[in-house]
């Protein structure tokens, strides 16, 4: 039997870093998690509100979280102009106050800074919610893939796998589908991959997508 395990997760050290840094004493480790959890939803939740972005859905590639002992250093990693960058600092310092009010943090500051990334279709997180806005809009699973698969290459990626799983199309039995194109070398440690799991509400159920991408080894 197939013992599966996050690609991101495995490579740890190697050739990926958390997205967290910070330091805790072991009693106090959950809440620190609980912490990271609720700040990255409320600034994805911030962003579906605020939904003026031109190409339809939100462009974030990953959170990155570091803890001081009087700071938070949030910085988000974009991949388009979106609303995040529209009013640069009136759009920042409106997310900023937004996320203290959840956070109700006494000691700590918070700071939020943006980074925005060269290629975003690089992101398999992008990647994954340009599938699923396709998918929403009824449009073929094939044919939303292959357009996906056709915009990574342009990025100068060696390879990428998309899987979708559930109703598919709306049929009956759920199914899943792969599509590979290139190389992509899970049992490779040295192989930096970039993995993401995404989940889709669509009128018939809901579906599961997850991307890799192989960027290149070291």
């Not at 972005?53 to 700071?71: C, P, Y």
């Not at 929403?136 to 698969?149: Q, T």
């Amino acid at each position: 039997m197939g013992q599966k395990i996050n690609p991101l997760g495995f490579r740890l050290g190697t050739t990926q870093s958390h997205h967290s840094f910070w330091f805790e004493q072991p009693k106090d480790f959950s809440m620190g998690l609980q912490e990271d959890e609720k700040i990255r939803n409320c600034i994805k939740n911030y962003v579906q509100k605020k939904k003026r972005i031109s190409s339809g859905f939100e462009g974030i590639a990953h959170i990155g979280i570091k803890k001081r002992i009087d700071l938070i250093q949030v910085i988000i990693y974009i991949g388009f102009q979106n609303l995040l960058i529209e009013g640069r600092t009136r759009g920042v310092e409106e997310l900023q106050m937004n996320v203290q009010k959840e956070f109700h943090s006494v000691n700590r500051r918070l700071n939020i800074a943006i980074t925005r990334i060269e290629k975003p279709y690089g992101q398999p997180n992008i990647l994954a919610e340009y599938i699923a806005l396709q998918l929403k809009n009824r449009v073929s699973f094939r044919k939303a893939i292959k357009k996906a698969i056709e915009l990574t290459e342009q990025t100068d990626t060696k390879g990428i796998q998309v899987q979708i799983a559930g109703r598919i199309d709306g049929k009956e039995i759920a199914r899943v589908e792969w599509i590979r194109e290139g190389r992509v070398p899970l049992q490779t440690i040295r192989a930096k991959i970039d993995h993401c799991s995404h989940t889709i509400r669509t009128i018939y159920g809901v579906l599961g997508i997850k991307i890799w991408v192989f960027v290149n080894q070291e």
